[in-house]
């Protein structure tokens, strides 16, 4: 047995030879600080792990830090932390952050002494608080006018509302031709919780996330859900579906085989950023319960998730695409198991993005399967429910299609048909003056959001940036970051307007008009949710106004018009112009970043299989062709470019002209504008679109009847199509001639007479 060493001598009894107890009198000597560090980084973390394991009964067994959650938030925000872990990627050299600092650092520096009294408090803010947003002058402090738009007079109005009430009608008879086996449209409010019998243990996860009462859609739901009903539920944005879907399905899986490990519900969400949230609400659920949730979506790591799913999780949340990957290519993992499939968002499942892909898992799905929908803008057709074959479904329509918050207040600010550049001015002077904390901006382009992050950064706004051109980590990285408050604007695309519930969120502004009003009610309901107040700003322009009349003629609530004073927006729009020149330095800096990373994933890929040129043989399959799958992603999208456009087949000149032809604010505006009303105009021809109407042929009734007794019968040919393909020299002469004598009759043509022919002797 080694002797024990305290500091450099080694306490042992001279007379005994075994190691000696310290007495009280026993002077020790003590290692340095230098040591001891010296010594912990010599000795591997591992060893000391399984050296404190052999200590039995010991106070280091026990994480003096470790702390119990005090609220559910702090639970929420572990599981970002435990997802942003498993994403990959990596984050770029230099952020984009740091860029701007650094480029606002140069341009105070460079400051002149011009306008002596702004820049000294100019300055006097910076060095007292860096992060903080640049003084407001004179002109910025001028207030903004709000006035309610104008009442249409009574009569209009009533014509609005005869209008309103037969599209009604037609929606009611739309609905009317799906068979529902029954339609819910109230509640009972004083049903509680515990009137549902609930298990225990989801009464205390209820408990622990301060759920009091249901909402309106979970007393409908829930009751029907756990009788096994497929169900197509619609309620505004807010109200609670997550929970509504959710805890039927965990009350259910509490009583499941515990023999058999497999997958039995299956939720698909439509992007990546809603299946994290509905994870973390289902592992809040199911946190007193042995029920193991599985999140498979796409830009997290790949290996774990195989690894999750091969162990036969109850419940799998994921996005299509990152599904039909592990159900092709993972092994041990299918979805014939699957006894509940869940749509959340099920219009924008079922739109022709995912029509492919939903109908591939559909597919794979079990046939006896009980299927619910969930949306706030429920689409009602028939050939979407039947694509998902639902079987004798109940309709909750708790809230109309149409219907925003209560507590919402809509704002519209108009943009004159000449001043379409003045939008990037005028969204800088809305959140440098006023809506300076928990605002989300939604534009329609990935490059106009990550323009306006360099523009408000430059002007000294805490703001971030969500789109599909960042990584995952990098998404979840903002998303965390606006939910706790470390950013104060978030710039985001349609991407974050679909079911993620964000708490605290005060102001939307809409940078540019939504494609649909099913679009705008979705961006708006991320505020004013949960019976809270919110505020929604919208820029409309001349274009646009089509769709503001359609907003307006729907509201519930007065809207109102506000109107930034032109001083400021002209003094925006200056300080705009002035850093133009640094916003392309920016550019330019990241897009070297960008080609410098992508050299050396090449180069690192080309290691690996020069290293290992057995591995990573076996490319992953789809249930596509390359071929299908490339017609598909043109079919699906928006801007079809002409063969003009083609930057390939122009010459060297043509796209280096191209390349340096500088866009101006305008261009970038009328590019979001008509890439809008592009959608718009194929939606309309798409609502427009009739069914094939059959041309009735003679023997309609003898064809009918040969179908019913299963036969089939030719469809004979019409008389004008046989005279039309008729060339033979008696059909030119008998066109030539004119209708006969019984067809004048029969078309009431007046007679011409026959005449005789004289008789030859």
């Known amino acids: 047995m080694s002797p024990h060493k305290r500091g450099s001598e080694t306490m042992m009894d001279p007379t005994t030879g075994f190691i000696k107890t310290i007495d009280e009198d026993d002077e020790i000597a003590v290692a340095s600080e230098s040591e001891e560090s010296d010594v912990d980084e010599v000795i591997p973390k591992k060893k000391a792990k399984k050296s404190r394991s052999k200590l039995q009964n010991s106070h280091e067994d026990f994480d003096t830090g470790f702390s119990f959650a005090d609220d559910h938030k702090d639970f929420l925000f572990s599981g970002y932390d435990e997802v942003i872990g498993k994403a990959k990627g990596r984050m770029s050299l230099s952020t984009l952050d740091e860029k701007i600092e650094n480029t606002r650092r140069q341009r105070r520096k460079a400051n002149t002494t011009e306008e002596e009294g702004e820049e000294e408090l100019v300055r006097k803010v910076a060095e007292s608080d860096s992060d903080s947003a640049e003084s407001l002058s004179g002109d910025d402090l001028i207030a903004d006018r709000v006035r309610v738009k104008e009442k249409r007079k009574g009569k209009k109005r009533k014509a609005t509302d005869g ?72 309620a505004r944005t807010g109200s609670g579906k997550t929970a509504a879907y959710m805890l039927p399905v965990i009350e259910r899986l509490l009583y499941r085989p515990k023999k058999s490990l497999v997958t039995r519900v299956l939720v698909l969400v439509p992007t990546r950023e809603l299946a994290v949230q509905v994870y973390q609400v289902s592992k809040q659920l199911a946190q007193h319960s042995n029920i193991e949730v599985c999140l498979s979506a796409g830009g997290l790591d790949l290996k774990s998730q195989e690894a999750a799913l091969r162990l036969g999780p109850d419940i799998v949340i994921a996005t299509p695409g990152r599904l039909i990957d592990h159900v092709h290519n993972s092994p041990n ?106 605002c989300i901006v939604f534009i ?55 079911g993620l519930d964000i708490d605290g969120i005060k102001t939307v502004i809409n940078f540019t008009m939504p494609n649909t009003f099913k679009h705008y009610i979705h961006r708006v309901g991320r505020t004013a949710r949960a019976g809270k107040s919110g505020r929604s700003i919208t820029l409309v322009g001349e274009l646009e106004r089509k769709m503001l009349k359609e907003i307006v003629k729907k509201a519930t609530q007065a809207v109102k018009s506000r109107i930034v004073p032109a001083e400021v927006i002209v003094k925006f729009k200056d300080r705009i112009g002035n850093m133009e020149k640094d916003i392309g330095a920016i550019m330019r800096q990241e897009n070297e970043e960008k080609e410098l990373r992508a050299t050396e994933n090449k180069v690192n890929r080309m290691k690996n299989r020069i290293e290992n040129p057995d591995e990573n043989q076996m490319k992953r399959m789809w249930f596509q062709s390359k071929q299908e799958r490339m017609e598909e992603q043109a079919a699906l ?63 309609a009734g003898e064809t009918q009847r040969g179908k019913q007794n299963g036969k089939k019968k030719k469809k004979s040919r019409s008389n004008f199509d046989d005279d039309l393909t008729n060339v033979n020299e008696k059909a030119v002469r008998k066109l030539r001639a004119g209708p006969s004598y019984k067809e004048r009759k029969e078309l009431g043509l007046p007679n011409k007479g026959r005449r005789r022919k004289p008789n030859r002797k």
Do not use: W
């Not at 225990?200 to 249901?214: A, D, G, H, I, V």
């Not at 002409?642 to 000149?653: E, Q, T």
């Open 163 to 234: 209008k309103n009430d037969d599209e009604n009608e037609e929606d009611e008879d739309e609905t009317k031709k799906v068979q529902y086996a029954d339609s819910v449209s109230t509640y009972d409010e004083n049903v509680s919780f515990q009137d549902m019998n609930l298990s225990r243990s989801l009464m205390k996860s209820l408990q622990n996330m301060k759920f009091e009462r249901p909402t309106p859609i979970q007393c409908a739901t829930i009751p029907l859900a756990l009788r096994g009903k497929d169900i197509c539920a619609c």
């Open 444 to 498: 329609q382009t990935k490059k106009q959001a990550h323009r306006l992050h360099i523009i408000l950064g430059l002007l000294g706004i805490n703001v971030g940036e969500l789109h599909g051109n960042l990584s995952q980590a990098q998404r979840l990285d903002a998303l965390k970051n606006f939910t706790v408050g470390k950013i104060d604007v978030l710039l985001a695309t349609d991407l974050a307007a679909r």
């Open 637 to 699: 999208r928006l801007g079809e470019l002409s063969a003009g456009y083609d930057h390939k087949k122009l010459g060297k000149k043509a796209r280096k002209m191209l390349e340096k032809k500088k866009l101006t604010p305008e261009d970038r505006v009328q590019f979001e504008i008509t890439k809008s009303q592009s959608y718009q105009i194929r939606e309309a021809k798409r609502m427009r679109k009739q069914s094939r109407i059959h041309a009735i042929v003679d023997g």
């Open 333 to 438: 993992f299918d979805l014939h198991n699957v006894e509940v499939l869940i749509l959340d968002e099920a219009d924008r499942m079922l739109d022709e993005f995912f029509a492919v892909q939903m109908k591939e898992i559909i597919r794979l799905c079990s046939q006896t399967r009980q299927t619910m929908l969930f949306s706030a803008t429920m689409t009602e057709a028939v050939k979407d429910l039947a694509a998902v074959s639902l079987k004798d479904p109940v309709r909750i329509f708790i809230n109309e299609n149409t219907d925003v918050a209560q507590n919402l207040r809509q704002e519209f600010i108009r943009i004159r048909p000449n001043r379409e550049g003045d939008r990037e001015a005028i969204l800088a002077a809305l959140v440098a003056r006023t809506f300076r904390d928990h």
